[in-house]
């Protein structure tokens, strides 16, 4: 089964469960969607799930997943110049490098608050077996 999977058992089984959940992954996400779509769930309409990556599988499940771009190459190349002006000084001070992540709005997100939910419950799923729960 896939990431997620058996995680969405979990969250269903709560007494008050969330009704939106960032995955740290799209894995995660994708298989969370799975299961939901077998539990014969409505996405986003009884849960919303963001995922993180923006892998290529994200637009094409069947409901498309709303989710975190984070720029992977770029990051790559920034690290892989640090890394050689480390390996050239290194002695070279500690040094903080931000890049901008985009969020990507798909199906899995729009709509997904009814209008009778005065408050959101969500789920960060961080790995397999890994939770933090949020009130907001």
């Given at each position: 089964?896939?990431?997620?999977?058996?995680?969405?058992?979990?969250?269903?089984?709560?007494?008050?469960?969330?009704?939106?959940?960032?995955?740290?992954?799209?894995?995660?996400?994708?298989?969370?969607?799975?299961?939901?779509?077998?539990?014969?769930?409505?996405?986003?309409?009884?849960?919303?799930?963001?995922?993180?990556?923006?892998?290529?599988?994200?637009?094409?499940?069947?409901?498309?997943?709303?989710?975190?771009?984070?720029?992977?190459f770029?990051?790559?190349?920034?690290?892989?110049?640090?890394?050689?002006?480390?390996?050239?000084?290194?002695?070279?001070?500690?040094?903080?490098?931000?890049?901008?992540?985009?969020?990507?709005?798909?199906?899995?997100?729009?709509?997904?608050?009814?209008?009778?939910?005065?408050?959101?419950?969500?789920?960060?799923?961080?790995?397999?077996?890994?939770y933090?729960?949020?009130?907001?």
């Amino acid at each position: 089964e896939p990431a997620g999977y058996e995680e969405t058992d979990y969250f269903l089984q709560l007494p008050n469960p969330p009704t939106a959940v960032f995955c740290t992954n799209d894995n995660l996400a994708v298989g969370m969607l799975k299961r939901l779509q077998e539990k014969k769930l409505e996405i986003p309409k009884d849960i919303a799930i963001v995922g993180f990556d923006d892998l290529r599988i994200a637009s094409y499940t069947h409901v498309p997943l709303t989710t975190v771009s984070h720029a992977q190459f770029e990051t790559g190349k920034k690290a892989a110049e640090r890394l050689l002006k480390l390996i050239e000084n290194p002695a070279l001070p500690p040094k903080t490098i931000t890049l901008k992540p985009k969020l990507i709005i798909r199906e899995s997100t729009i709509g997904g608050l009814s209008s009778s939910k005065s408050k959101i419950k969500s789920v960060s799923l961080k790995r397999k077996n890994q939770y933090e729960y949020v009130k907001s």
